[in-house]
C-alpha cells in the first residue's frame, strides 16, 4: 500500500529482532509503558478476564433456567447473577472489546503513526478502566448487586439492597476511561495520518472507530452524570428520581437510554470496521460503494443519538413522542442495510478464500442479519407494546451485542493475532471454533425470539412451563457456544508458545499494518511512510509471500 | 396455561392485529433475510479463490445500486412505521364507553379495583366484549401490568397514571405478568385474567370470590372518595364558596387555567399532583395555600380521591346534557 520499502521479513536470519515485545520483559516495563501496542495487549487480558467472569455469571442464569422453578439459585442470587453478567458484559467487555483492545493496537499503525496523539493518557485510560472493573468486582464479592445493569430508578436510588453505589462507581469510573479514549482517537486520526493518507484513504476501520469516538465522547458523560445522580439521590437523598422525593424516575430512563441506546453502536461499529477489513482481504477485492459505507458508520453515529425513546413506548412517555422515536428508529436501519450490501457486493466476482478469519465475517454476516432485521420487530411501535421486556429483546440484542460485536472481535483477533504475537495459531481448530460459536449462538439465541413473542418476560427467575422447551434449547445451545469461545482461548495462548512464525503478510492483506514486521519493532515504522494508494488496492499484490 | 406452543394466545380485539403486523414483518425479513443469504452464500462458492496469486476484477462501486438499496429498504421500513403506528394509536385511546379500573402495582403483587368497587389481588375477572380501561400506577417502583394474550403492556411508574385498555374476546384465563423488573419475587408478581361471558361476570360481581372479599369494602371508589372527602376535610375549602380552593364539580376532563397563563388539562395525574403537590400548578385566582399529602394518602386512596372528583364532574355534564334534553324536548 505505501511506498516503503518491504523488508523481506527476517525470520531465521535474525532472531534477534527488536520488537514491542521484547523491548523489556519487567512487569514494570508494561504496567508503565506508553506504547499503545502494549497497551492494546493490556486491554486485550482485561477484557478476556472480565469476559470469564461475565460468562460465570451467565452459566449460572443459564443453567438457573432450564427448569421453570426457581431450584438452583434463590431469587436473590439470581437477580445478582443477571445484574453482574450485565454490568460486566456490558461496561467492561462489550464496549472496550474491539475498539481499547484491536483499535489502541492498529489504529496508530493503520494511519501511518508511531503512537496515538497522548500515549500517557492512554496508559491512564487502561488504569480507570481497571480502577472501575476493581470497583464492579468488588460490588459482587461486598453482597452483590440486583438492580440489573440498567440501574432503574426508584429501585436502585431508593429500594434495592446492596452494593449498588459500588457497582454504579465502577460503571462510572470506566465511562472515564472510555471517553479518553475516544478522545485520543479523535485527535490521533485527525492530526497522526502518514503524508498521503488522507480521508477517504483510510481504511473502514478507521472510519468506524472515528464514529465510535464521537459516541464516546459526546454520550459517555450523559451516562456519567446520570449514575452519579443515581448514587447521590440514594446516599443524600436528593429528589431526582424517587417520586417521593419530587423526583421523576422516567427522567432516569430517558437519560440513561441517551447514552446507552448509541452504546449499542459503541459495540457494533467497531466490529463493523473489522469486519470491512476481513472481507476486502479475504476476497481481494476494495469494498464495494467505499464512501458508502465509510458514511454509513457517521450516519449510525448520528441517528443512533435520536432513537432512544424506543426503550420508553409503554413507560407513560406520550404517544406522540412515541410515534417520533418509531420512525427515526426505522431510519437507522438504512445504513445498516447499506454496510450489509456493500460487503455482500464485496465478495461479488471477488476471489475469497476461507481462512479461519472469514469463517468469522460469514458468521457475523448471518448473527447481525438476523439481529438487525429482528430490531424492525422492535421499532414497529404497535408490536413492541407487546416484545417489550419479553426475551424477543433479549434475543434481539444479544444478536448484535454478542453475536454481531464478539463475532467480529474474535474475527479481528484471529485475523491480526500473527502481526500482534509473530505467531499463527493453528487454523483447523479456528475454523472449528468459528463454525461452534456460530452453531451455539444461534441454538442460544434463536428459541429466546419464540419465547418471547409466546410472552415470556425477562429477568425471570421461576416461569411458568409452557415456556421451558425454550429455554432448556437455550441452555444446551450455551454449552456449544461457550466451548467456542473457551477454544480460541486454548489454542491462542499454545500458540504464543509453539505456533509457527508468522510473516509480515501472512493473509496478503493491503494496508500499513502488513508492511511492518511480525510483531511490529515499538517504533511501529523506521520511517514515516508516504502513502501513494487508495485502501484495499488489490489490483496488484506487490508482497507476495508464502507461509 | 398449561401446554407450550409456539404462538400465544389470542384473546383481545388487538392479538390479531398485533399477530398481523408480526407476520408482515416477519415475511419480508425472511425475504430480504434468505435473500442476503442465498447471494453471500452464491457468491461465496462461485468466487472462491482458485490460486494463490489470483487477483481479481476490482470494482469501485455503483451509484445507482447504492440509491436502489437505499431506497428500497426506506420504503419498506416506513409502510411497517405506519402500520405499527397506526396500531400504536389505537391501543393508545381507550373507548369512551369503556369501564373503567384501576390498578396498583406493588413489590411483588397487583391490586385491582373494578368499577363497581370490587377488590381482587393479583386477579382481574372481565366480561367477553367489554371494553375495559386500567388506569395503572405504582406505590413503589417500576413495574409493568402485560396480558401477553390481549398483547397490551403498560408500566405502572409511581407518582403518575398510565392508562392502557383492550377489549377481551375469548373466554378463559390468561397470564399477568409484571414485565419490568422491579426486585427480589419479580417473577413471583404474575397472576390471571379471567375472561367471562357477561352473565357469568354479572354473577360472580354478586358472589365473587370469598377470599378476596374480605381484602377492604367492596364499595365503588368514588363512594368512598366522597367519605375521604370529608375525613380529609378537602371539603372545607373545596366545597364552601370557592375562595379558598377552587369548587371540583365540573372540573375534571376540562381544561384549567393556571396562574402561570398556561392551561392544562384536569386529568388523574394533574389532580393527583394537585394533591401530594399543591403548590406545582397552582390555578389561576388562588394563593398557594394547601398543605401537601404527601405521606398521608395510599396509592388506593388517592385513586378513590380522584374517582369522586371525576364523578362530580360526570354528574355536572350529565346535568347540563339533561338540561339541553329538556329545553330541546
Given at each position: ?45 482485561a477484557v478476556t478476564s472480565f469476559f470469564l467472569v461475565g460468562a460465570l455469571f451467565a452459566a449460572l442464569v443459564r ?17 445478582k447473577a443477571f445484574t453482574m453478567h450485565g454490568v460486566v458484559m456490558v461496561f467492561f467487555v462489550l464496549i472496550p472489546s474491539v475498539?481499547a ?28 478502566f481497571?480502577?472501575g472493573g476493581?470497583?464492579a468486582l468488588?460490588a459482587a464479592?461486598?453482597?452483590?448487586v440486583?438492580?440489573g445493569w440498567t ?16 457497582a454504579?462507581?465502577g460503571a462510572?469510573?470506566a465511562?472515564?476511561?472510555s ?81 446507552s441506546?448509541?452504546a449499542v453502536?459503541i459495540m457494533i461499529?467497531?466490529a ?122 433479549v434475543?434481539?440484542f444479544h444478536y448484535i451485542m454478542v453475536g454481531g460485536a464478539i463475532m467480529?472481535f ?31 449462538f444461534?441454538?442460544t439465541f ?32 450455551a454449552?456449544?457456544l461457550g466451548?467456542?469461545y ?62 | ?329
Open positions: 500500500m505505501a511506498a516503503v520499502e518491504v523488508h523481506d521479513t527476517p525470520e531465521l536470519q535474525e532472531p534477534e529482532r527488536r520488537t514491542y515485545l521484547n523491548a523489556g520483559h519487567t512487569l514494570s516495563s508494561w504496567l508503565l509503558t506508553v506504547d499503545h501496542k502494549r497497551i492494546g495487549i493490556m486491554y486485550l487480558i443453567l438457573e433456567l432450564t427448569t421453570p422453578a426457581g431450584d438452583l439459585l434463590s431469587a436473590d442470587l439470581y437477580n475498539p483492545t484491536l483499535g489502541n493496537f492498529l489504529i496508530p499503525i493503520m494511519i501511518g503513526a508511531r503512537d496515538v496523539a497522548f500515549p500517557r493518557l492512554n496508559l491512564f485510560s487502561w488504569y480507570l481497571m480502577a476493581l470497583f468488588s464479592v461486598t453482597g452483590g440486583d438492580t440501574f432503574y430508578t426508584p429501585y436502585s436510588s431508593t429500594y434495592a439492597n446492596g452494593s449498588v453505589l459500588l454504579g462507581m462510572f469510573v465511562g472515564f476511561s471517553i479518553l479514549t475516544g478522545l485520543n482517537f479523535i485527535v490521533t486520526i485527525h492530526t497522526m495520518r502518514a503524508p498521503g493518507m488522507h480521508w477517504f484513504r483510510l481504511p473502514l476501520f478507521i472510519w468506524a472507530h472515528y464514529a465510535t469516538a464521537l459516541i464516546q465522547v459526546l454520550g459517555t458523560p450523559v451516562i456519567a452524570i446520570t449514575l452519579l445522580l443515581m448514587m447521590l439521590e440514594r446516599g443524600l437523598h436528593i429528589g431526582i428520581f424517587d417520586p417521593t422525593l419530587g423526583g421523576d424516575p422516567v427522567l432516569f430512563q430517558h437519560l440513561f437510554w441517551f447514552y441506546h448509541p453502536y461499529l467497531p463493523m470496521g473489522v469486519i470491512s477489513e476481513m472481507i476486502a482481504c479475504f476476497s481481494r477485492r476494495r469494498i464495494f460503494g467505499y464512501s458508502f459505507v465509510a458514511f454509513s458508520s457517521l450516519a449510525i453515529a448520528i441517528i443512533g443519538f435520536f432513537v432512544w425513546g424506543h426503550h420508553l413506548y409503554v413507560s407513560s412517555q406520550s404517544v406522540y413522542v412515541g410515534l417520533v422515536f418509531s420512525f427515526i428508529t426505522f431510519l437507522v436501519a438504512i445504513p445498516s442495510a447499506i454496510k450489509t450490501f456493500n460487503w455482500a457486493a464485496t465478495m461479488y466476482k471477488g476471489s475469497i478464500s476461507y481462512d479461519s478469519p472469514m469463517i468469522f465475517v460469514l458468521g457475523f454476516m448471518g448473527l447481525f442479519l438476523i439481529g438487525g432485521l429482528t430490531g424492525l420487530f422492535l421499532a414497529a411501535v404497535g408490536l413492541d407494546v407487546h416484545l417489550h421486556d419479553t426475551y424477543f429483546v434475543a434481539h467480529g474474535l474475527g479481528g483477533l484471529h485475523f491480526w493475532w500473527p502481526k500482534m504475537t509473530g505467531r499463527m495459531y493453528p487454523e483447523l481448530p479456528a475454523k472449528i471454533a468459528a463454525w461452534l460459536v456460530f452453531a451455539g444461534n441454538l434463536f428459541p429466546q425470539f419464540l419465547a418471547g413473542y409466546i410472552g415470556m418476560p425477562r429477568r425471570y427467575h421461576e416461569y411458568p412451563p409452557e415456556f421451558q422447551i425454550f429455554n432448556v434449547m437455550s441452555s444446551g445451545g454449552v456449544v466451548i467456542g473457551l477454544m480460541p482461548m486454548i489454542y491462542l495462548i499454545w500458540s504464543i508458545f509453539y505456533g509457527k512464525k508468522a510473516s509480515a503478510n501472512p493473509w496478503t492483506g493491503k494496508g500499513l499494518e502488513w508492511t511492518i514486521p511480525s510483531p511490529p519493532p515499538t517504533e511501529n515504522f523506521e520511517r514515516t511512510p508516504i502513502v501513494m494508494e487508495e485502501a484495499y488496492e488489490y489490483s496488484h499484490l506487490e508482497v507476495k509471500k508464502v507461509g | 396455561m398449561g401446554k407450550f406452543s409456539f404462538w400465544p394466545e389470542s384473546a383481545s380485539s388487538f392479538a390479531w392485529e398485533v399477530d398481523a403486523l408480526y407476520i408482515f414483518i416477519g415475511l419480508v425479513c425472511l425475504v430480504f433475510g434468505l435473500g442476503v443469504f442465498l447471494t453471500v452464500v452464491g457468491f461465496a462458492i462461485k468466487y472462491k479463490r482458485k490460486s494463490d496469486d489470483e487477483i481479481p476484477e476490482q470494482i469501485e462501486g455503483n451509484l445507482p445500486l447504492e440509491i436502489f438499496w437505499s431506497v428500497v429498504p426506506l420504503g419498506i421500513v416506513l409502510a411497517m412505521f405506519a402500520w405499527g403506528a397506526v396500531l400504536f394509536f389505537k391501543m393508545s385511546t381507550p373507548p369512551a364507553e369503556a369501564l373503567n379500573f384501576s390498578v396498583v402495582g406493588k413489590q411483588w403483587m397487583w391490586k385491582v379495583q373494578h368499577p363497581e368497587g370490587k377488590r381482587e389481588i393479583n386477579e382481574l375477572h372481565i366480561p367477553i366484549g367489554q371494553p375495559i380501561k386500567l388506569t395503572i400506577t405504582a406505590e413503589d417502583v417500576l413495574h409493568s401490568f402485560y396480558i401477553p394474550a390481549f398483547r397490551t403492556k403498560i408500566d405502572a411508574v409511581p407518582g403518575r397514571y398510565t392508562t392502557s385498555w383492550f377489549e377481551p374476546t375469548k373466554a378463559g384465563e390468561y397470564h399477568i405478568f409484571c414485565a419490568e423488573y422491579c426486585g427480589l419475587d419479580h417473577s413471583r408478581m404474575i397472576g390471571k385474567v379471567v375472561v367471562m361471558e357477561p352473565t357469568q361476570y354479572t354473577q360472580w360481581l354478586k358472589n365473587g370470590n370469598v377470599a378476596v372479599a374480605s381484602v377492604a369494602g367492596n364499595e365503588p371508589p368514588e363512594a368512598v372518595g366522597a367519605r375521604l372527602f370529608e375525613e380529609q376535610r378537602c371539603v372545607t375549602c373545596h366545597q364552601t364558596n370557592g375562595t379558598l380552593g377552587p369548587m371540583l364539580a365540573g372540573v375534571f376532563g376540562h381544561e384549567v387555567k393556571l396562574q402561570s397563563g398556561e392551561t392544562i388539562m384536569a386529568d388523574e395525574t394533574y389532580v393527583r399532583e394537585s394533591i401530594m403537590n399543591p403548590t406545582a400548578k397552582i390555578v389561576a385566582g388562588f394563593q398557594p395555600l394547601m398543605p401537601t399529602y404527601q405521606g398521608q394518602l395510599s396509592e388506593d386512596q388517592l385513586i378513590q380521591l380522584i374517582a369522586y372528583i371525576k364523578s362530580l364532574s360526570q354528574t355536572g355534564i350529565q346535568t347540563q346534557a339533561e338540561h339541553r334534553a329538556e329545553n330541546e324536548g
